[in-house]
């Protein structure tokens, strides 16, 4: 293993974000505001949701961490992002980017290029489509669902570590972290039903801002975060089958998971790989 790391390390991450309580702002979309907040806030850490041209920038000003998320854009949200980018980078706060079904429209793809042209953000995060569109692979997505593999998006993700020279997250059945120094983390923890709870993917790019808040390296804090999230949602799936209920109190028992889970319980499920990408 040439880049260690423990499930004690990404644990004493998840204890940063619950004592330190980041605030994070998310300028998110329509659809995942409300589970967004509740994940972050289960977590530990503080969300703001805020895009009005006329505070983004003060309120950037205040935050540990922005994420940008392009789920459902128009033309002012798009330039709240801009706006907002421009001022973390410019403070040096950590950025996190969701590029929700790139390569889906042109518009989409318009809007997706104008974002990364203000500044490169600290981690982008998304399905195998939509990191292959982001990377300028060329790819047709179904929407928000990825129509590649994620061993077929490693490439493209690849490059995008070295475009940005930042850390990439891969989500899928396993979820790929790399960064541009070629450390590549593998998590294999998560449920199939945590993919028939909108937003889950959304919470995830969400929870990678408040662990960047706290943890000064971006490939940790992203490990961290997707760990949290895919050992969390293997219990709510557990617990919630075994009560023999479905996914509507399946994304409730997720909630209660991020905020009650311990370190044990997160020890002992934690499937984690940790190795150097070649390109």
């Known amino acids: 293993m040439s880049h260690p790391i423990s499930a004690a390390d990404l644990w004493a991450d998840v204890d940063a974000v619950r004592s330190k309580s980041?605030?994070?702002?998310?300028?998110?979309?329509?659809v995942v505001i409300n589970l967004n907040a509740n994940v972050l806030l289960a977590a530990g850490a503080s969300p703001v949701m805020a895009h009005a041209?006329?505070?983004?920038?003060?309120?950037?000003?205040?935050?540990?961490?922005?994420?940008?998320?392009?789920?459902?854009?128009?033309?002012?949200?798009?330039q709240s992002m801009k706006l907002g980018l421009a001022v973390a980078t410019l403070r040096g706060i950590p950025t996190v980017l969701d590029p929700v079904g790139a390569g889906a429209t042109p518009y989409r793809n318009e809007a997706l290029k104008e974002?990364?042209?203000?500044?490169?953000p600290t981690v982008i995060r998304g399905n195998g489509s939509e990191i292959m569109s982001t990377a300028g692979a060329a790819i047709q997505t179904r929407g928000v669902d990825s129509s590649a593999a994620v061993n077929d998006a490693l490439g493209a993700a690849k490059a995008l570590t070295q475009r940005t020279r930042g850390t990439?997250?891969?989500?899928?059945?396993?979820?790929?972290?790399?960064?541009?120094?070629?450390?590549?983390?593998?998590?294999?923890?998560?449920?199939?039903?945590?993919?028939?709870?909108?937003?889950?993917?959304?919470?995830?790019?969400?929870?990678?801002?408040?662990?960047?808040?706290?943890?000064s390296d971006a490939w940790r804090a992203t490990t961290a975060a997707m760990a949290l999230l895919g050992?969390?949602?293997?219990?709510?799936?557990?617990?919630?089958?075994?009560?023999?209920?479905?996914v509507g109190s399946m994304a409730v028992a997720l909630i209660d998971e991020l905020q009650l889970l311990d370190a044990s319980t997160f020890t002992q499920r934690l499937r984690l790989e940790v190795d150097t990408w070649r390109a």
């Open 22 to 30: 980041p605030l994070v702002h998310s300028i998110t979309n329509l």
């Open 53 to 78: 041209h006329e505070e983004v920038r003060d309120m950037v000003g205040i935050a540990q961490a922005l994420v940008l998320n392009i789920g459902t854009l128009d033309p002012y949200w798009v």
């Open 115 to 120: 974002i990364l042209e203000v500044a490169s």
């Open 168 to 215: 990439v997250c891969v989500s899928g059945v396993v979820d790929h972290i790399l960064d541009a120094t070629q450390r590549w983390a593998r998590l294999s923890n998560g449920h199939a039903w945590m993919t028939k709870i909108t937003g889950v993917g959304c919470s995830a790019t969400a929870l990678i801002g408040a662990f960047c808040a706290v943890q």
């Open 231 to 246: 050992v969390a949602g293997e219990v709510a799936a557990e617990k919630t089958q075994a009560r023999g209920l479905g």
